[in-house]
């Protein structure tokens, strides 16, 4: 069955970076895109951005342009997002999402099944 | 405040049928980009419900439909279970954002 587990929780200080892996298994990853979402405690859904898998493309939110980085291993199907100059409003549950690519001219993702499990990411000095 | 706009709550009895509403605009629902709807049990992770604004994956119940009008779309649930207590959410994808997105959610209470 598909799964995407991710790694474990982190607690970083204000302006620190933090890495989260999301390794998959159960299907072909280069054919679909993973998202990454976040939810800060008692809030709704945030979507960061997405990369595909196949050619590596990404798209950031505007929001986190310039401070997230997301990338894609395809030897080992995992995917991962950096999030750098950590901030205290940044701490969240941060979750990878399989995410189904509708391409015309251009891709844009879809939607996501299934989720990881989430990690939690604190930023406490 | 969210692209995609829901109730804060709604709240039913067993048995009973309950709707809830997802209000985009013209650069997501209205453009024509289809609607998706998760459901978060407490502690856990989302999962999805409907995708293609009405196709339930294999394995979600027939008590959950989904419909799509305009700029507007809706997740239908009947005969209510307790273990339908969770939150929702629908999602799209808006073309001025370039990005996809979420409504704020809203908390089925099962009385």
């Known amino acids: 069955q598909v799964q995407l587990v991710q790694s474990g929780a982190e607690v970083k200080k204000p302006g620190a970076p933090v890495k989260v892996s999301c390794k998959t298994s159960g299907y072909i990853f280069t054919n679909f895109g993973i998202s990454w979402v976040r939810q800060a405690p008692g809030q709704g859904l945030e979507w960061m951005g997405w990369?595909?898998?196949?050619?590596?493309?990404?798209n950031y939110a505007q929001k986190f342009q310039g401070r997230v980085t997301m990338t894609t291993d395809t030897s080992t199907s995992t995917a991962y997002m950096e999030l750098r100059s950590l901030r205290s409003d940044d701490t969240a549950m941060y979750y990878c999402a399989k995410t189904v690519p509708f391409c015309g001219v251009d891709c844009y993702p879809d939607w996501f099944d299934p989720w990881g499990q989430g990690t939690l990411v604190t930023v406490s000095s | 405040q969210s692209v995609l706009t829901q109730p804060p709550s709604v709240s039913g009895a067993p048995g009973q049928r309950v709707t809830i509403s997802c209000t985009g605009s013209?650069?997501?629902?209205?453009?024509?980009?289809?609607v998706h709807w998760y459901q978060q049990l407490p502690g856990t992770a989302p999962k999805l419900l409907i995708h293609g604004n009405k196709i339930r994956p294999s394995g979600v119940p027939d008590r959950f439909s989904g419909s799509k009008s305009g700029t507007s779309a809706s997740l239908a649930i009947t005969g209510l279970q307790a273990e339908d207590e969770a939150d929702y959410y629908c999602q799209s994808y808006d073309s001025s954002l370039s990005a996809s997105v979420f409504g704020g959610g809203t908390k089925l209470t099962v009385l």
């Open positions: 013209s650069s997501n629902i209205g453009a024509g980009y289809d």
């Open positions: 990369t595909s898998a196949y050619n590596g493309n990404t």
